[in-house]
């Protein structure tokens, strides 16, 4: 295992800031040298962020390997869509360093009252998921990728993305009636395994039976050059 923490799970399909990867134009502003993805549909908010507390702690999380997954679910919707037409995305990363992204890519909402018991991405050796949270999405939210750790101010004081509202995601409740929710993984990528990719965040949950998984898909891969 590289660097004994890349054992946890793959990060996925992170879209925002690194040059060379494609992606949809931001409304917010960009941090350091990439985008930030936004996605938005009817109904549902597109994302950005808001003023933070210190940041959560969580265990790494690793994506199961078993149970029911699929690119839908008949208590979770998805926003946008699974597999999408904007989820190839491709990041350049240069160096030796570990490179942090705060990753959100999607946001969830429940349509019966459930509780997470993980958030992940796919498997990928070489990709950590440090940390996962969800929070209530902001009335015109969004989704998108931005790197560095702590979180940078670009999402950290959005107005877009309720940042310091989220809540580890192991244990969190997804209420109906509250909506939309972002879900927010903080990704590691290790440079000496690349290239790397993931294909989805992958929730898993239960609400009165079983625990029950399902996959958002978003190819992403993580490259010397894009």
């Not at 502003?29 to 994302?47: E, Q, V």
Request: charged content about 10%.
């Amino acid at each position: 295992m590289r660097h004994g923490v890349r054992t946890a799970v793959a990060a996925v399909g992170v879209c925002a800031l690194l040059s060379g990867c494609s992606g949809s134009s931001s409304p917010e502003p960009t941090a350091a040298t990439g985008r930030t993805r936004h996605a938005s549909s009817a109904g549902s908010p597109s994302k950005g962020a808001s003023t933070p507390t210190s940041p959560a702690t969580s265990e790494v999380t690793t994506a199961p390997t078993s149970g029911s997954t699929s690119g839908a679910s008949s208590t979770l919707r998805f926003s946008p869509k699974s597999d999408g037409r904007h989820s190839h995305t491709c990041y350049a990363i240069a160096g030796s360093q570990p490179v942090d992204y705060v990753y959100y890519p999607v946001m969830v909402q429940a349509t019966a009252p459930v509780t997470l018991d993980s958030a992940a991405v796919t498997y990928a050796d070489g990709v950590q998921v440090a940390g996962s949270w969800v929070a209530p999405a902001a009335s015109a939210g969004g989704t998108g990728t931005v790197e560095g750790w702590p979180a940078p101010a670009i999402l950290a004081q959005s107005s877009s993305v309720q940042w310091s509202k989220r809540v580890p995601a192991a244990g969190a409740s997804l209420d109906p009636a509250v909506g939309w929710y972002n879900v927010f993984l903080h990704l590691r990528v290790y440079p000496d395994a690349l290239p790397l990719k993931t294909d989805g965040v992958v929730l898993t949950y239960h609400g009165t039976g079983d625990s029950e998984t399902a996959t958002w898909v978003d190819h992403v891969t993580f490259q010397k050059t894009c």
